[in-house]
Every structure is written in structure tokens, then in C-alpha cells.
């Protein structure tokens, strides 16, 4: 079974400053996305990013960008220039390339603090 | 277009009482998604749709839940003689037909079981 694993409960940063949350996974498959969700304090969940696993090419979405490393099944997201508006909960999530639902495995989530 | 709607938004209801939400999503996505978050957890899948049929429901959906997508459009989520435990976030997500493997999440329904 897929796994998706979010080791930092809560990180902080500095606004206009860089932050990078950490996101491992296990799957046999070969072909997945990955994903980086933001879900803001009583707001609804927001696509950050996405990664098809087929690319070698990070994602990148304005000051959003990724690090994944497919042989060691890791996929960080790099916050560039945080902003108050980036505080959130992040959720690193998986899905199976091709299968019948492309239902989303999620992480437990990193709490992200933007300090002014 | 609106997004995914989810209504209500918050439910107080009592151990055993039945209590049922519903969802609408973005108008032509023809999937649709079900998942359950608890405090301090990502959400977890609990069924799917595509169109009007329930393709996978997850083992976390017991037989006191059931799922219903008539005519493929809006869709209902029955909670049957409520318990603790099913205190939680209810989450809706939609997608489009074809390749894109984004979902859209609803704001969600929170159910809290006294």
C-alpha cells in the first residue's frame, strides 16, 4: 500500500524568507502524481503544485517549487519570499498514475507559521 | 462557476441519530470524491464516483455509511446511528473528466457527534 509520510508537524519562517517542507513516500508503482495542498484556518483545500513522476523537470508555480527525488521517493516544497497569506496546514499527497480513481493518499500535514 | 459546495457546513447531532450531507460539484466534473479528516490527520478517501456509479468505497466506510451520485450531479453522504468516532471533517472533491488527476475540495462538513 501507498504511504505518504510529513516528518515536520509545524515549521515556522520569517516573511520574505524561504522555508522548505519535507514530504517522503513509498509506493511499488511507477508512474504517480504528487501533490502540495494548502489548507488555510478554516478554508477549504487549495492545489499548491503537482509533479507527474515521469518528468525529471521539477515544478515550479511562481514562488512555489519542488525538489523530488524519485529514486529516494522525496518531494520537498520550497516557499520562496513567504508571505503572512502563505500560513497554512500543507498536505503532501499521492495518486496512482492510471488507476480506476485516482484517489489522493495524504500526509498528516505540516502547520506552517509566517512570523512578520 | 462556484466550486464544490457542501452543505451544511457545521452538524450537531446526537449518538444515534442519522444525519446526511450533501455535496455539488463543479459543474461537468463527472468525479467526485469523498474523503474524512480528523483533527491533526489528512483527509482520508472514503468513496468515489464517477458519474452516477460508486466505483471504490474505501474499508473505512462501514455499513452505517452510505453514498448516493443520482444522475451523476450532486451527492449524499448517510451517516446511520451516529457514533463518537465519527466526529470529523467531511470533505468533497471533484475533478473533470479526461487526464487531469487535480481534485477540487469543497469547504467541507463538520460533523460533531455529542
Known amino acids: 500500500a501507498q504511504t505518504v509520510t510529513q516528518s515536520q508537524p509545524e515549521m515556522s519562517v520569517q516573511e520574505a524568507e524561504t522555508v522548505t517542507l519535507s514530504c517522503t513516500y513509498d509506493?511499488?508503482?511507477?508512474?504517480?502524481?504528487l501533490f502540495w495542498y494548502k489548507q488555510p484556518p478554516s478554508r477549504q483545500m487549495i492545489l499548491v503544485i503537482r509533479?507527474?513522476?515521469?518528468?525529471?523537470q521539477n515544478a515550479t508555480e511562481n514562488r512555489f517549487s519542488v525538489n523530488f527525488q524519485k529514486a529516494a521517493k522525496s518531494f520537498s516544497l520550497k516557499i520562496s519570499d513567504s508571505q503572512l497569506g502563505d500560513a497554512a496546514m500543507y498536505f503532501c499527497a499521492y495518486s496512482r498514475r492510471g488507476g480506476a480513481t485516482n484517489k489522493l493518499i495524504f500526509g498528516t500535514g505540516t502547520l506552517l507559521a509566517v512570523q512578520p | 462557476d462556484t466550486g464544490v459546495s457542501q452543505d451544511p457546513r457545521h452538524k450537531i447531532t446526537k449518538r444515534g441519530q442519522n444525519v446526511t450531507f450533501r455535496c455539488d460539484p463543479i459543474s461537468e466534473h463527472n468525479r467526485l470524491y469523498w474523503y474524512r479528516q480528523t483533527l491533526g490527520q489528512g483527509p482520508e478517501f472514503l468513496t468515489y464516483?464517477?458519474?452516477?456509479?460508486?466505483?471504490?468505497k474505501s474499508r473505512l466506510l462501514s455499513d452505517r455509511f452510505s453514498a448516493e451520485r443520482p444522475k451523476g450531479s450532486f451527492s449524499t453522504l448517510e451517516i446511520q446511528r451516529t457514533e463518537q468516532g465519527d466526529s470529523a471533517m467531511y470533505l468533497c472533491?471533484?475533478?473533470?473528466?479526461?487526464?487531469?488527476?487535480?481534485?477540487?475540495f469543497g469547504p467541507g462538513t463538520r460533523l460533531t457527534v455529542t
Open positions: 509533479q507527474e513522476a515521469y518528468k525529471q
Open positions: 464516483f464517477q458519474n452516477e456509479a460508486q466505483l471504490e
Open positions: 472533491a471533484s475533478s473533470p473528466p479526461g487526464g487531469s488527476y487535480e481534485q477540487y
Open positions: 509506493t511499488s508503482e511507477s508512474d504517480y502524481y
